[in-house]
């Protein structure tokens, strides 16, 4: 019986997503070439059976695919377009998996300039947060030609939920699908901040407003679950860093702008995040708009006594 080699496979950043990635390919017998820029962390990756290629370009020209986890989008097109980039050794033919919180235009760059190459490009963005990675339980939503994304198939399965491995549509639509999640869960935030600041100061006791609230029309994933890690603990989920998440809104509205779809809600729900930024510093976590709420009303937003939501994967952005 014949057996087909899996493919080999180059994954450039190795950072709190990229690195429970990369774990999940090769357990699941993928050979694995890694690239970051912190040696500690190499050394690692090498430890659990990866290569490490010297430069983005040098993982790229041994490599079947090459997948990027990466910050922001100027990074990506840096490693992408930089002296030693992915596309000085990516081989005609070859293909770009873009798995970073992105915009098209990155990505549109390169699918002209390797046009003439065959180069395939798809957008892959995730949602589960650092522990998603790590259990290789991401939501993964894949902008791509239909049999390029089928092809990648068990790799994408390596990293995410099967069941949550969704093709949204051409290139471009898994970005702008991530962009919208985000969008929508950060002004989720701010809206819940601000109802139960009120509602709290206007004589209502915590529990009971969000009980009312969850049994009304108004309920949300973001009610039932996400915000218990305030209510209960004071937790403003330092996983996710502010900055990371003003970026994010700004990408959305940009997003926006240029399909001419005004966001006057998204606009004020950036500069709610802005203004926690500045106060409590980057680093501070992604819930950290909650605070500012506190603050304004001089009082935590605490429940007496730990409370469950319903079992599964917390909804907030990657």
Request: aromatic share 6%; net charge negative; charged share 20%.
């Given at each position: ?287 950290t708009p909650f605070k500012l709420y506190e603050d304004l009303i001089g009082q935590s937003l605490r429940l007496d006594g730990p409370v469950d939501g319903p079992v599964g994967t917390q909804a907030v952005p990657a």
């Amino acid at each position: 019986m014949q057996h087909t080699q899996p493919p080999r496979i180059g994954f450039i950043g190795l950072g709190s997503m990229g690195s429970g990635m990369t774990r999940n390919l090769l357990k699941a017998g993928f050979p694995v070439v890694v690239h970051d820029t912190r040696l500690e962390v190499l050394e690692e990756f090498v430890s659990l059976g990866a290569e490490v290629g010297a430069s983005p370009a040098a993982v790229a020209a041994i490599t079947d695919v090459v997948i990027t986890m990466l910050p922001t989008p100027a990074i990506v097109s840096e490693v992408l377009n930089g002296a030693d980039g992915i596309l000085e050794g990516l081989p005609d033919g070859g293909t770009w998996i873009d798995m970073s919180t992105s915009v098209p235009a990155v990505a549109d760059d390169v699918r002209r300039r390797g046009a003439n190459r065959g180069i395939v490009v798809i957008d892959a963005p995730v949602s589960g947060m650092s522990v998603g990675a790590a259990m290789g339980r991401l939501q993964i939503f894949i902008g791509g030609d239909a049999d390029h994304v089928e092809r990648w198939r068990p790799v994408f399965e390596a990293m995410g939920d099967p069941e949550r491995i969704l093709h949204v549509g051409p290139h471009g639509a898994g970005y702008a699908t991530k962009l919208m999640i985000n969008q929508l869960w950060f002004s989720h935030l701010v809206a819940t901040a601000e109802v139960l600041a009120v509602g709290v100061r206007a004589g209502v006791r915590l529990d009971v407003l969000r009980d009312s609230l969850i049994a009304s029309p108004a309920n949300s994933t973001f009610l039932e679950r996400d915000v218990l890690s305030i209510l209960n603990d004071g937790d403003y989920d330092e996983g996710f860093a502010i900055a990371l998440a003003c970026k994010d809104l700004g990408l959305s509205i940009d997003l926006a702008r240029s399909v001419g779809v005004p966001v006057e809600v998204s606009s004020l729900v950036e500069q709610v995040y802005r203004r926690a930024r500045a106060s409590y510093g980057d680093q501070a976590g992604e819930m950290t708009p909650f605070k500012l709420y506190e603050d304004l009303i001089g009082q935590s937003l605490r429940l007496d006594g730990p409370v469950d939501g319903p079992v599964g994967t917390q909804a907030v952005p990657a």
